[in-house]
């Protein structure tokens, strides 16, 4: 009778998990548009400062956006952009580590950006205007940058 129980227990649980395996599964098989645009556009981001074009990946990511508006705010990160070669080493490699929407005019990014001697930690925030009225939120692609910082605070990515 033990072993009945047991096997019945073991079969139970890999059904289960079978089950909330292929719903992770298929989640990740369907890719989300929206993320995906957003991240082609801090990829381009993130590339040019990889080239040290900082200024101009700053106003291509940021254009539309009321952060454009914050001159002295952007030049501070642009300074602070160029000055990551000569504190972390050469560039070598970036990549998204966390993709999250929050409702749906909200999409939070966050990258790894690889250096020689550290890596460091970007966040980009894009929102959209919730539309107004009958207009269905598919038909609003408006997404604009709302934030842009990067840190070195790594212990932060185990939260």
């Not at 966390?98 to 550290?118: H, I, P, Q, T």
Request: proline share 4%; net charge positive; glycine share 6%.
């Amino acid at each position: 009778m033990m072993i009945r129980k047991a096997w019945v227990a073991a079969w139970l649980l890999v059904v289960v998990a079978g089950t909330w395996g292929g719903r992770v599964a298929w989640a990740q098989e369907t890719p989300d548009p929206v993320i995906n645009a957003l991240d082609a556009r801090v990829s381009q981001f993130l590339e040019g400062v990889s080239l040290g074009t900082a200024q101009q990946a700053c106003q291509e990511l940021l254009a539309g956006s009321q952060l454009l508006k914050q001159t002295k705010a952007v030049e501070a990160l642009v300074q602070r952009t160029n000055e990551l070669k000569g504190k972390y080493g050469e560039y070598r490699a970036f990549e998204r580590i966390a993709a999250k929407r929050v409702g749906s005019d909200l999409v939070l990014l966050r990258y790894l950006y690889k250096c020689e001697n550290f890596p460091v930690v970007w966040y980009f925030s894009f929102y959209r205007t919730p539309p107004r009225g009958d207009i269905p939120a598919e038909n609003s692609n408006h997404w604009r940058a709302i934030t842009v910082r990067f840190d070195t605070q790594l212990e932060l990515l185990g939260l």
